[in-house]
């Protein structure tokens, strides 16, 4: 668990320099993707490693997989047009649709779940 944690905290780290140094947006926000999506795997793959038995694992497998395609792909597209966006916000406009999209990932990760069960 210690080993993952530290990968997701060197690679926050490295994206904090990256914006720092001006590197090219787009590998930013594909390192930010990839890192959690490996964080997503590993804790993906402990969950199944601490169930004694797990019927149709193949399926839960690729079940996964595909929601964490599905998601990165999302949230890939999403910081591409936020990249190609040039609009300026004021602090309440800013913080009013960071609220909108916590609560629309909320209700998005809610009803994955729902569509699992």
Known sequence: AWGI????????LAIGVGVWVQAPPVWLVLGGVATLAAWNLHGFACYLASVADVSGRQTLERRHLRRLLWVAGVGTAAAAAALRLRTAFSLGGTLF???????????????????GE
């Open 5 to 12: 944690a530290l990968v997701v905290i060197v690679n926050a």
């Open 97 to 115: 649709f960071a609220l909108i999209g916590a609560l629309g990932l909320g209700q998005l990760v809610r009803a994955l779940r729902r569509s």
